[in-house]
């Protein structure tokens, strides 16, 4: 167990809905990540956070937004769901912003979103 | 451009040592995680390398080669729940972020 909690566990909804994934890091840690796993894929990043503020984006869509609140939760949002959408999606944290050589990222156990 | 090579797929028999290589060409190196991850379930870290050598860690040892960018993961006295897909991700300088590989699914035989 990383530390790292993710809900739900699995989602399955239509296409053109919109859904919110959250994340909770392990405790003490600043920076959050997302990650989106199609399946056979690698992972791709979406984004960062570290203590509320974006601090890093990768490859993540328009119609894809993310927020970390205060008590240091993430929550990321899809909307517009297509097909190409189904995948893993899975959230990391870390103690520092990344910038520490040692800075690792533990993972939580995903959310799995089904489009219909 | 920035780049992770690991090959796809290997196969080893239980109880037998496998290597499993990462090249990597990148702006800038600031560390080489490896990360396992067993079918639909979460990346676990196995280990970090920044400078040249081999780190060790029971069965599973790793090592770095910054002048020719390339690390390697080895794992003895293999077991059935090894199988799993093995990531080697680098963190570059320009960014801070990690560079992920697609990953080498290993397969265990009896």
């Known amino acids: 167990d990383s530390g790292v909690t993710q809900t739900p566990k699995h989602l399955i909804t239509a296409t053109g809905q919109r859904v919110t994934l959250r994340c909770s890091p392990r405790?003490?840690?600043?920076?959050v990540y997302w990650y989106q796993q199609s399946l056979d894929q690698g992972l791709q990043f979406l984004i960062q956070?570290?203590?509320?503020?974006?601090?890093a984006k990768g490859n993540i869509l328009e119609r894809f937004s993310a927020q970390q609140f205060p008590d240091l939760h993430s929550e990321l949002n899809l909307s517009s769901l297509e097909l190409g959408d189904s995948a893993l999606y899975f959230c990391?944290?870390?103690?520092?912003?990344?910038?520490?050589?040692?800075?690792?990222?533990?993972f939580g156990p995903g959310t799995r979103l089904t489009v219909l | 451009g920035q780049n992770i090579d690991q090959p796809t797929e290997m196969t080893a028999t239980e109880g037998a040592i496998v290597q499993i290589n990462c090249t990597y060409q990148?702006?800038?190196?600031?560390?080489l995680f490896w990360y396992q991850q067993h079918a639909g379930e979460a990346p676990t870290f196995l280990s970090y390398?920044?400078l040249d050598g081999l780190e060790e860690k029971g069965r599973f040892s790793s090592f770095l080669s910054r002048s020719k960018g390339y690390s390697y993961l080895l794992l003895k006295e293999l077991q059935m729940k090894d199988s799993a897909s093995y990531l080697c991700?680098?963190?570059?300088?320009?960014?801070?972020?990690?560079?992920w590989g697609a990953g080498t699914k290993l397969i265990i035989k009896p």
């Open positions: 990391a944290s870390s103690a520092a912003t990344g910038t520490s050589v040692t800075d690792t990222q533990y």
């Open positions: 405790s003490g840690d600043l920076s």
């Open positions: 956070y570290y203590n509320g503020e974006e601090r």
């Open positions: 990148t702006s800038g190196f600031n560390g």
């Open positions: 390398n920044v």
């Open positions: 991700a680098v963190r570059s300088d320009s960014n801070y972020q990690l560079i």
